[in-house]
């Protein structure tokens, strides 16, 4: 078997996100902000994940309150997931959000 062969469809590689992530001048990354709450039952937050990445917006979810023992028991979390973009691209990010919610209608 080939060990350089490694499937990695909708998983996240160590270390991914951070180095998507803006930096300041100094080096450090840039803050992350909140951009919105999507819900997990219709896949809402995973459709959105996508379309900021596909953008080039990259993404930090934070499941709410004991969402992270939803998604271990029953794959996705009740509570819904909180989506963190940096600062630098909330406006970007805020004008992607609006036209998808407005395609929703």
């Given at each position: 078997?080939?060990?350089?062969?490694?499937?990695?469809?909708?998983?996240?590689?160590?270390?991914?996100?951070?180095?998507?992530?803006p930096?300041?001048?100094?080096?450090?990354?840039?803050?992350?902000?909140y951009?919105?709450?999507?819900?997990?039952?219709?896949?809402?937050?995973?459709?959105?994940?996508?379309?900021?990445?596909?953008?080039?917006?990259?993404?930090?979810?934070m499941?709410?309150?004991?969402?992270?023992?939803?998604?271990?028991?029953?794959?996705?979390?009740?509570?819904?997931?909180?989506?963190?973009?940096?600062?630098?691209?909330?406006?970007?990010?805020?004008?992607?959000?609006?036209?998808?919610?407005?395609?929703?209608?």
């Amino acid at each position: 078997m080939n060990d350089e062969f490694k499937i990695t469809w909708g998983q996240y590689q160590h270390g991914e996100l951070l180095d998507s992530w803006p930096r300041k001048d100094n080096g450090e990354p840039v803050e992350p902000q909140y951009l919105c709450t999507r819900t997990c039952n219709d896949m809402a937050d995973q459709l959105t994940v996508n379309m900021l990445r596909a953008y080039g917006i990259p993404c930090l979810c934070m499941e709410r309150a004991e969402g992270s023992l939803g998604r271990v028991v029953l794959g996705i979390s009740g509570y819904g997931v909180e989506i963190f973009v940096p600062e630098t691209l909330l406006n970007d990010a805020k004008i992607l959000i609006e036209e998808e919610n407005n395609e929703e209608l």
